[in-house]
């Protein structure tokens, strides 16, 4: 099993910056894929970026240029840097985790650990 929590979220300006980070506890994340998604009111749960253990990170056209994921296996840690906020990055995001993942990673279905979710702001 593993744990995941997120922090950082909070209200910002369009434009501003927000750095999400989730604690990962139970497993190491080494080996583990690990996502962010974010969830807007009444919307679908959208895949945000992925990092895979070997360093290959691969995120969504609409963050491409402002999102950045990154992790630190050391601290089992895993960070999302949002830069140039825009009204519409407005949502829950949240951390997940899964053990094996390939094509499907764009899918929630497809992590079966979630965090709680911390809740992003962006006023324009």
């Known amino acids: 099993q593993v744990q995941l929590v997120e922090s950082g979220g909070g209200l910002v300006q369009a434009g501003g910056s927000l750095r999400l980070s989730c604690a990962a506890s139970g497993r190491t994340i080494s080996g583990y894929a690990m996502g962010w998604f974010r969830q807007a009111p009444g919307k679908q749960r959208d895949f945000i970026a992925v990092?895979?253990?070997?360093?290959?990170?691969h995120s969504a056209d609409s963050v491409k240029g402002r999102f950045t994921i990154s992790r630190d296996s050391a601290k089992n840690m895993v960070y999302l840097q949002m830069d140039s906020l825009k009204a519409e990055d407005t949502a829950v995001y949240y951390c997940?985790?899964?053990?094996?993942?390939?094509?499907?990673?764009?899918?929630?279905?497809?992590?079966?650990?979630w965090g709680q979710g911390t809740q992003v702001t962006v006023s324009s």
């Open positions: 997940a985790a899964a053990a094996y993942v390939t094509s499907s990673y764009t899918y929630a279905a497809s992590y079966p650990y």
């Open positions: 990092s895979w253990s070997g360093g290959i990170t």
